[in-house]
């Protein structure tokens, strides 16, 4: 399948693909591994471009490009294979396996939170774990509540994971090029809703670089922080807030672990206020993380109470009119907005 | 196998009311009634049937992500269950679950689960407090052939054994993990062989025949109930529909090529009807489809015999006692 | 064995012994579970007390007392037993399951984020889950990055789970007896360097409410949080100061899910000031997790930024030298509420 | 089994090594001078060694919270392993990891491992990357009987199996799993019969015996090289101390009533001296102890034999080939 040079306008689901695709032809150590993600192609009938490619259909074609070497179904065994692809990081292949669902982590936990994520420090910094878990956070497609979790929280609360999660296509297909040539383990968050979101993606080797926040808006009064769909959230509430006099600034996070403090600060000391976006559940989870951290590192820029649009602090529920009430939309974030600008320092 | 006329249309019953029941799920999602993720449980209605009929209301299942006809053959009331499904509030979990989580405890069905392999060590959790209690209930564990290759499977069934508890393990071999043939991902063809490694009873049957699986359940069951531990029932049966609704299945297209075609199970659509049901192991055997591979039933004989060494093809199946 | 009636001086690990043994008298469906709690003693000679109790010997001596019929033995399973307990509890027991370490939730996660923490909500409402994980956690002793964690961060991010910490013997047994009465899953977290501190505890039967922070320590001028451990720092830390003339109110937090918010925001009320002192990694983490809420609740009560004295965002070294460095203390609390007391607001 | 003087010499050089620096180990703990968490791998030697001495400079192994002696066996340099168990900034690890923790990825070993079954799955990774980049290494995979209760260690199994990967499990059984004994544990006597679930090769072995083990080491390895897949070997083994130092064992006290008492590995206690041997097979027999339950090793035949139905008592050894 050839690959467009030139930027042009393709879903999320296809910037993955290319970016996958890509890096696959340029490093024959990459290898993918997840349940379906070939897709019944493993037995028989190679030839046969039917297969899956992935119930979301990212890995589309891979394997007909890449052969059964290189892209691997495997059994439902997430500690297993999830584990194999940290080993085979540890020794020389660069893996990029598929945690379907982020909830399934609890199925594989300990792959991440004692082996891939410690190797690198326990062994006093002789070996590398270049491995990249792709997976699928977020509600909106009333899949209830172990498969509607956000669970980015968990995975940056564990030191030596980095945990990214792109908003948009371009990101999508520069941030996960960059996963996959990141030494350490990656975890790549993709919002369930998304896959089809279109965006202008650039052609050919396309690098968004981990760990750094974007201004996706500039503007003075007032710092909107979202990531990954809540950043699509903050974008579409300021463009309501400019109707109504209020220049809000908004920044994609896409990175979640190492956190861009830098530019979140930098944000806030220009605006004073900061409301943040976040689907995961609040305790212990990013927004109030990132709260705490302007708390502390630019409180004297601070002139009102940082605001928090989240989930509550419950499972995710299955009826979509009380997952619709539970998750945050832009206009939850333009009355939180509102709150904050009202509030004198 | 002596079943009475009042339990053999009890599960004519069970049958056709979780076939009608998935048939009208599966139109109304095609409209775009039902959000989010549905999988259907048509083809396998013998099974939930079968093993159910063997328990009493006391008794306990596990269910899976395919859980309507583990509900039905269970007792909850179709409509909550369908509300639930709907997600209002009127539903059998007020909406907030779904169809991978119905569940209704009072009834002793613990829940369909979304996390496949998520059952068993929930119902070696039922079968403690069975066993603490000292109420005799045991517990139903169903899951899927994909679930097999969960860690969770392989310890609960481990501590079941060791802690002897009143669990009957019943894998539903359906040939598929959504789209990946149990012949690729798992490593041997048997399911129920793996019930040597703990040391317990182990049997294969027809998932199709209703009385086949509810015979072999009431043997694991009867053992259960007398504290002689967990039982693993393997049931052979196929997926008639899409991994979910909306599942394309361009997969399948590749893979039936090898596989045999769908098997209705006995009594739906086959000439028996309940009126009719003198001799139900005659009239409610397979009526339509290749039979596929020849399925044996064993079922744990009082005397040891050899345990032939496995081979990929033809299927045998194991007998295991733990001495 | 006889409990006493009066309060007298005893370890962290008799006291959580004496709220056990005590419910586990007053209620047959209370069993205990987890590997080598009731230590070798499950194959023959029951009647010889040598069994080992557990790791701590925390459950040592009720094997005899209660039979192996409720004192369980596991083999190495944790994703089996926690998720029994959980089946258990759904089912009428009321189960105490131990999870050596912490660290090993990594093999055990989803019985607690899927089934144990959701099982409530899922059902609406139809279910309780009345099941209590005892948990070690912490560093201090040399036993490095998979056996030092402190993973309550984790934990609390999860809606459904209560999450306990205790910092004295008295609360140790208070909190437990709470924890197993309650109808929803408890997280409860031991400190592994806190077992033989000793401390006045009631007699007969002693209940912490969940829920509820302390105020260990009435004073103006800052507000001190820590929890298990960090709570003691927190209070020694207090000692030094109020020598330098700083008068620091400490609060012992005992309760991580649900925060005591109402508590934490009362004191900076009054004092104005901030310091969280928190073992857990930083990340999405509790210390953070407080500074967010107060920067979102009570911000105009702050007269200074927020500070924190938290681990590096780094896994546990083993090395005693780099672990006593990494670690939260007592003088590291010390500079953080001057340097905080020393900014204007 | 031709092994050349120099062969012989190295592995009797590599159990002494093991037994020397754990007996190191154990003085310098009882004194204070190495902090956290030791266990040591005395009276095991001749499994490390055993397997290790089949296996190549670049071919790999996985570990568990006992692996000094899979340190050694693999090449590690002592000094550092001994450095890094001090926490010294001059160990293997920086000191950063510790006795649980002590790897050496250059020489092959992925390192020891506080956690209980996480040395499997990585094992896969391991035996892929061999795959994948066409090395032909293999990867030797220990883990404790308690470990055998592990969900990773059946998923490990079943993956490698039908991924067909060069990866060699050995069950380190030493009757316990910290106080547990695996008759409690474990529903089954012997591990190696679970090899049966996953289609792969299993096989028993006096885990005292150097030569048996190396020898059933070297077939899985060639095996394993060959591109037959993975096999699983059962040692059995007795630990001499205690759970880690520090241990009482009152436990044992109790329950070592029923067990045999410690056998030496031979080659350590034993007549036998690297510069007489001419006949190692005999003169490293067992030297010492009851020689506890009789073990007999089988590994795979080219031909089918019947599996015989496991009994409790006296132990058996299962020969399973994958067809
Ligand atoms: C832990 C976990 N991994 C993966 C999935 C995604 N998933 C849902 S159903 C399914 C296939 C299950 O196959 P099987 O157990 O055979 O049940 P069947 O669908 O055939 O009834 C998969 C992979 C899941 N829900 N949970
Ligand atoms: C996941 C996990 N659970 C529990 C423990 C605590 N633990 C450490 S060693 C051990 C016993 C291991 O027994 P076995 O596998 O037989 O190895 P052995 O110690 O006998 O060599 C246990 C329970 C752990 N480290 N990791
Ligand atoms: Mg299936
Ligand atoms: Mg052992």
């Known amino acids: 399948m050839a690959v467009a040079t030139a930027a042009r306008t393709i879903t999320i689901a296809e910037a993955l693909n290319e970016s996958i695709r890509l890096e696959m032809r340029a490093d024959p150590k990459i290898v993918i591994m997840g349940e379906d993600i070939a897709g019944g192609a493993q037995v028989e009938h190679l030839e046969d471009d039917e297969a899956w490619g992935g119930v979301m259909g990212v890995t589309k074609g891979l394997v007909h490009e890449f052969g059964r070497e290189r892209v691997l179904d495997t059994p439902i065994s997430e500690a297993a294979f999830i584990g194999a692809a940290v080993g085979a990081a540890a020794t020389g292949l660069r893996p990029i396996a598929e945690l379907m669902f982020c909830g399934f982590l609890g199925s594989c936990l300990d792959s991440l939170l004692n082996q891939g994520s410690k190797l690198r420090y326990m062994f006093g910094g002789k070996a590398t774990v270049p491995v990249t878990i792709r997976t699928m956070i977020g509600g909106g497609f009333r899949a209830a509540a172990q498969h509607a979790q956000t669970l980015y929280p968990m995975f940056a609360n564990i030191p030596g994971l980095k945990v990214v999660a792109p908003s948009n296509a371009a990101d999508a297909k520069g941030l996960l090029t960059a996963s996959i040539r990141d030494d350490d383990p990656v975890i790549f968050c993709e919002h369930i809703t998304m896959y089809t979101l279109k965006g202008e993606v650039p052609g050919g080797e396309h690098i968004v670089p981990i760990g750094k926040a974007a201004v996706a808006r500039p503007g003075s009064d007032v710092t909107l922080l979202g990531v990954s769909l809540t950043a699509v959230h903050a974008l579409n509430a300021a463009e309501t807030l400019a109707k109504e006099g209020i220049d809000a600034e908004v920044i994609d996070l896409r990175t979640v672990s190492p956190l861009d403090e830098e530019t979140i600060l930098e944000s806030v000391k220009k605006t004073g206020r900061l409301v943040i976006v976040d689907e995961a559940n609040p305790l212990c989870g990013l927004a109030s993380h990132i709260a705490g951290v302007v708390a502390s590192r630019g409180f004297h820029w601070l002139r009102a109470p940082v605001g928090m649009v989240t989930a509550p602090h419950s499972p995710v529920p299955f009826s979509p009119v009380l997952e619709d009430a539970y998750l945050p939309n832009p206009q939850k974030v333009v009355s939180a907005v509102k709150e904050t600008c009202s509030k004198a320092s | 196998m002596n079943l009475s006329q009042y339990q053999l249309r009890s599960m004519y019953r069970t049958m056709v009311s979780i076939r009608t029941f998935e048939e009208t799920v599966k139109q109304a999602f095609a409209k775009g009634h039902i959000p989010g993720f549905v999988h259907l449980y048509v083809g396998e209605e013998a099974i939930a049937t079968g093993v159910c009929s063997a328990l009493r209301?006391?008794?306990?299942?596990?269910?899976?992500?395919?859980?309507?006809?583990?509900?039905?053959?269970?007792?909850?009331?179709?409509?909550?269950?369908?509300?639930?499904?709907?997600?209002?509030?009127?539903?059998?979990?007020?909406?907030?679950?779904?169809?991978?989580?119905?569940?209704?405890?009072?009834?002793?069905?613990?829940?369909?689960?979304?996390?496949?392999?998520?059952?068993?060590?929930?119902?070696?959790?039922?079968?403690?407090?069975?066993?603490?209690?000292?109420?005799?209930?045991?517990?139903?564990?169903?899951?899927?052939?994909?679930?097999?290759?969960?860690?969770?499977?392989?310890?609960?069934?481990?501590?079941?054994?060791?802690?002897?508890?009143?669990?009957?393990?019943?894998?539903?071999?359906?040939?598929?993990?959504?789209?990946?043939?149990?012949?690729?991902?798992?490593?041997?063809?048997?399911?129920?062989?793996?019930?040597?490694?703990?040391?317990?009873?182990?049997?294969?049957?027809?998932?199709?025949?209703?009385?086949?699986?509810?015979?072999?359940?009431?043997?694991?069951?009867?053992?259960?109930?007398?504290?002689?531990?967990?039982?693993?029932?393997?049931?052979?049966?196929?997926?008639?529909?899409?991994?979910?609704?909306?599942?394309?299945?361009?997969?399948?297209?590749?893979?039936?090529?090898?596989?045999?075609?769908?098997?209705?199970?006995?009594?739906?659509?086959?000439?028996?009807?309940?009126?009719?049901?003198?001799?139900?192991?005659?009239?409610?055997?397979?009526?339509?489809?290749?039979?596929?591979?020849?399925?044996?039933?064993?079922?744990?004989?009082?005397?040891?015999?050899?345990?032939?060494?496995?081979?990929?093809?033809?299927?045998?199946?194991?007998?295991?006692?733990?001495?």
């Open chain 2, 57 to 323: 209301p006391s008794d306990t299942i596990t269910s899976t992500h395919r859980g309507h006809g583990h509900c039905i053959a269970k007792g909850c009331d179709m409509n909550s269950m369908m509300a639930e499904i709907y997600g209002k509030a009127t539903g059998l979990c007020k909406g907030k679950g779904g169809s991978m989580h119905i569940a209704d405890v009072g009834k002793g069905m613990l829940g369909a689960n979304g996390i496949v392999g998520g059952g068993p060590p929930l119902a070696c959790g039922a079968g403690l407090t069975s066993q603490v209690t000292g109420s005799g209930d045991v517990c139903a564990c169903f899951f899927g052939d994909g679930a097999c290759e969960q860690g969770t499977f392989h310890e609960s069934a481990n501590l079941a054994a060791i802690w002897n508890l009143p669990v009957i393990f019943v894998a539903e071999n359906n040939g598929y993990a959504q789209s990946t043939p149990a012949s690729y991902h798992c490593a041997i063809e048997n399911i129920a062989e793996r019930a040597a490694s703990y040391g317990i009873p182990g049997a294969v049957v027809d998932g199709s025949d209703v009385f086949a699986v509810h015979e072999a359940a009431v043997e694991a069951v009867k053992r259960a109930r007398a504290g002689q531990g967990p039982s693993l029932l393997e049931c052979k049966t196929y997926r008639h529909h899409g991994h979910f609704e909306g599942d394309q299945q361009t997969y399948r297209m590749i893979s039936t090529r090898a596989y045999p075609r769908a098997r209705i199970p006995s009594g739906i659509s086959g000439p028996w009807s309940p009126s009719t049901a003198g001799s139900p192991r005659r009239s409610w055997m397979p009526s339509t489809g290749r039979p596929g591979r020849p399925l044996k039933k064993h079922w744990p004989t009082p005397n040891p015999v050899p345990c032939p060494r496995w081979k990929r093809s033809p299927a045998t199946s194991t007998s295991v006692t733990r001495s």
